[in-house]
């Protein structure tokens, strides 16, 4: 078990950057995490290939420089293998690719927890990692060439050559997380799962269809279709508060708002968020850690995603849709 739970740096480094030096390392995936994961670890000196299905992805890795490989090949050669193509398809995969080429002894690192914490991807004879960044693939490499870092939870699932942690740190070190600013959270796939899915389930979900009753009226009462859609998110004033928050914290960046606003927001904000809110929460966090969602979404993909296409289709009729396309083509945002 890791001793800390905030980690900024790596202490020690000589010995434990020995436990990946001379390793293998291949990345299942060229993707938004794979390509930055993947240049910043060669970046740091490490022996990096990649492992690919024909596409496009594969094409850019070889334009980057890397060895490619088919995913089984990628796998049967290397001694970590950072397993990045998308959730839903993991299972698959790892199924077809990796559950017979897995060195014994060999790692496995997730960047979710997802797979792991529901047992759809359980392999044994190997050390299994959580490296979940808390940044989108782009920003990982471009904070590395400007040597900052970046949040990151961290996870020893299954530690079977007894130096899966030395193993763990030096690889949130490789991939750039403890450059200035950034930091790694001992975690575990259990409540990273827990947190990423609560935040989609809860304030992320309700957030777009509050933003839809505010349109509808703010529109009934006589406002514009335009102010109302750049009032609420297409000034980017939204994505302004949203880094004070992370600069100055959620309640003090309150302070750099008007005092009309900043008492607006405390006598109102709380009408909304009542008991039955929190009970509700309570049972979406239920929901994720007793796995009914994740069957659910499973069930979904295998029935042909039949709701999400409709949910969508549904979004997409919404009269505010229309009215944010005429403003983009104005704003030049979409041709
Ligand atoms: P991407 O959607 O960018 O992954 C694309 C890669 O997966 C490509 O190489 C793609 O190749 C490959 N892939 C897709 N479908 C298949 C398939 N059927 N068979 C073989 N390869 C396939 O993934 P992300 O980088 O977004 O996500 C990777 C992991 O990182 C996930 O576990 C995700 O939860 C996690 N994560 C992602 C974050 C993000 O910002 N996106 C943030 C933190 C964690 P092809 O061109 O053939 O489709």
């Known amino acids: 078990m890791i001793n800390e739970r905030v980690i900024t740096k790596l202490d020690n480094k000589e010995a434990i950057w020995n436990s990946i030096k001379d390793k293998k390392i291949s990345i299942i995936g060229y993707g938004n995490q794979g390509r930055s994961q993947a240049l910043n670890m060669r970046d740091n000196g490490l022996n990096v290939i990649i492992g690919n299905r024909e596409d496009n992805y594969k094409k850019q890795a070889k334009d980057d420089g890397f060895s490619v490989y088919s995913i089984s090949d990628a796998v049967k050669i290397s001694d970590i293998v950072f397993f990045l193509i998308p959730d839903e398809i993991q299972p698959e995969i790892y199924k077809k690719e990796l559950a017979n080429n897995l060195k014994k002894g060999a790692t496995l690192v ?43 939870l961290i996870a020893v699932e299954k530690n079977v050559t007894g130096n899966a942690e030395d193993i763990l740190k030096a690889l949130t070190y490789a991939i750039g997380a403890l450059g200035k600013g950034g930091c790694a959270i001992t975690s575990s796939s259990r409540e990273e799962t827990l947190i990423d899915l609560l935040s989609e389930h809860t304030w992320v979900g309700s957030m777009l269809y509050m933003f ?14 335009e102010a109302v859609i750049l009032e609420l998110y297409a000034s980017g004033e939204l994505a302004e508060i949203a880094d004070s928050m992370k600069d100055i914290g959620l309640f003090k960046q309150l302070r750099t708002h008007s005092h009309t606003s900043q008492y607006g927001q405390l006598t109102t904000g709380p009408e909304f968020v009542t008991n039955e809110t929190k009970e509700l929460i309570r049972q979406k966090a239920m929901e994720i850690l007793n796995g009914k969602f ?19 289709e549904l979004a997409a009729e919404h009269p505010m849709e229309k009215e944010e396309e005429k403003l983009y083509k104005i704003l030049g945002r979409i041709k």
Do not use: C
């Not at 960047?111 to 960044?133: E, H, R």
């Not at 839809?212 to 279709?225: D, I, L, Q």
């Not at 994740?294 to 969508?312: D, S």
């Open 110 to 152: 997730f960047a979710s927890g997802f797979n792991y914490f529901y047992g759809y991807v359980k392999p044994d004879n190997v050390n299994i990692l959580l490296i979940a960044p808390r940044m989108i693939g782009w920003g990982i490499r471009d904070k590395f060439k400007k040597q900052e870092g970046f949040p990151v």
């Open 212 to 225: 839809r009753a505010y349109y509808e009226v703010a529109t009934e009462f006589g406002a514009s279709p």
């Open 294 to 312: 994740a069957r659910e979404w499973m069930n979904e993909q295998q029935t042909g995603m039949i709701v999400y296409n409709k949910l969508h």
